[in-house]
């Protein structure tokens, strides 16, 4: 991996201030091409695609409960769609083609409405194409802000993701090579992390949204210079906060942290070579009216509380190199099908409580993302945990999840490793 490190003060992420119009509020996101600075100033620029002028696309800040139009423009040559990633949102504005629309063709708008349920850390990002869309930059944070904040000096976000680009900045355009699929992915050269503000003082406390929206790789990063909780995973506020260490975060996953600042941040990801810089964080003077204690829980979400399941479901990841499997397109399977077919993998009532056994038979690790809903990982003695949205299962590993299924349309289950999905590891539920 290279290991030229990010200079903070490059660029931002953009925000993007919210009109409002008459009761809701309406934004405008033109998918279309940009050229960005990644590497670090004095290297090359990337073409690449975007929103608004920008990769990222602009941070997108809404209400819980705040009635929201957002009209998305294609601006590129090709078809596109845009994923709500971990809104539980009604499901034709889910953002996937074929399943809940059709594709948004160039210079075409389409309108996506929603009224986000649960505050938390989200994203936006291309359902179409993704393996490659995403990989060219189409990607976004999407804050639900909290009723009540909590109190903190600055909330920050920190998008991580990476590219496999020439020395020139030029993206290399090997999006479908069938070594990388069969395996870990289309998986960057280089990586780093955009961050809403580039400044604190020692002694704020700040909230960060780490959002990991790379297409393959799993980022375990280490956060230095602070001290504090990891607060809330994918979206939903922990029922009990945990002492902020390395920090895994799987393709799409989020973590929120709260953290009293120390000394200069920085944001390292590990790797056998040892620490990988994705961003620094400068300190500048010291916060003398903060008032320390401990680390404030977010409100928990309002989520149906799962009865006994009444189903039990197995999902079994195959394929892969080393997994038997043909090569060719379907490289990835879930339990010997791949890609979408016309019957659901499961079929559930509305309401209902599924538990679904995630088996990994493949020599990979795999981020399994559900659509439309947030389900609890189990652990082996059967005790609920988290509330998640994609939920990270080893090489030759399995982890139960139980799902109450109470938003009702045909929904995606796909492995967030873009590369893998491609490759066929997706399927979908029905709830009705
Ligand atoms: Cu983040 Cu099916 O997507
Ligand atoms: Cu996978």
Redesign the pocket.
């Known amino acids: 991996m290279n290991r030229r490190y990010f200079l903070a003060s490059s660029s931002a992420i953009a925000i993007l201030p919210l009109p409002t119009f008459s009761g809701q509020t309406r934004l405008h996101l033109k998918a279309e091409a940009v050229t960005q600075q990644i590497l670090p100033l004095g290297d090359g620029t990337t073409s690449m695609l975007g929103f608004n002028g920008s990769m990222p696309g602009p941070e997108l800040r809404l209400r819980r409960g705040q009635h929201v139009q957002i009209d998305v423009e294609n601006g590129l040559d090709k078809g596109t769609a845009v994923h709500w990633h971990g809104i539980r949102l009604e499901n034709r504005m889910d953002g996937v083609p074929m399943v809940t629309q059709d594709l948004i063709e160039p210079a075409d708008i389409k309108a996506y409405t929603f009224v986000p349920p649960d505050s938390g850390t989200y994203w936006y990002h291309s359902h179409y194409t993704s393996h490659e869309q995403v990989a060219r930059g189409m990607m976004g944070a999407l804050i639900i802000e909290d009723d009540v904040p909590p109190d903190v000096d600055h909330d920050i976000t920190v998008l991580i993701s990476d590219w496999l680009m020439q020395k020139d900045g030029t993206l290399t355009d090997e999006f479908t090579d069938m070594h990388s699929l069969a395996h870990d992915g289309y998986m960057g050269n280089y990586a780093r992390a955009f961050l809403s503000q580039r400044q604190v003082k020692q002694g704020d406390r700040v909230r960060f949204r780490l959002i990991n929206a790379a297409t393959n790789r799993v980022f375990s990063t280490v956060v230095s210079g602070v001290s504090g909780s990891v607060v809330a995973l994918d979206g939903m506020a922990l029922a009990k906060p945990h002492a902020l260490t390395e920090l895994v975060l799987a393709p799409a996953q989020r973590a929120d942290l709260i953290v009293d600042i120390i000394s200069p941040v920085g944001f390292d990801m590990v790797t056998r070579q040892g620490p990988y810089r994705l961003a620094d964080l400068a300190v500048s003077g010291t916060n003398t009216d903060r008032k320390t204690g401990p680390i404030p829980a977010l409100a928990l979400p309002n989520l149906p509380l799962p009865d006994e399941p009444t189903q039990h479901l197995t999902l079994t990841m195959m394929g892969g190199a080393m997994g038997g499997r043909h090569e060719g397109d379907n490289i ?1 399977a879930f339990n010997n099908i791949s890609d979408l077919q016309s019957e659901p993998f499961g079929s559930f009532k509305i309401g209902e409580t599924v538990r679904i056994t995630l088996a990994n038979d493949t020599s ?1 690790p ?2 399994i993302h559900l659509h439309g809903h947030h389900f609890y990982e189990v652990d082996e003695e059967g005790v609920l945990g988290n509330l998640r949205d994609t939920t990270l299962v080893n090489a030759r590993e399995s982890r139960d999840i139980i799902c109450v299924f109470d938003n009702p349309g045909r929904w995606l289950l796909h ?1 967030h ?1 873009l590369s ?1 999905a491609f490759g066929g ?1 997706r399927t979908w539920v029905n709830v009705a």
């Open positions: 990835w990979f795999h981020g492995c490793m893998h590891m």
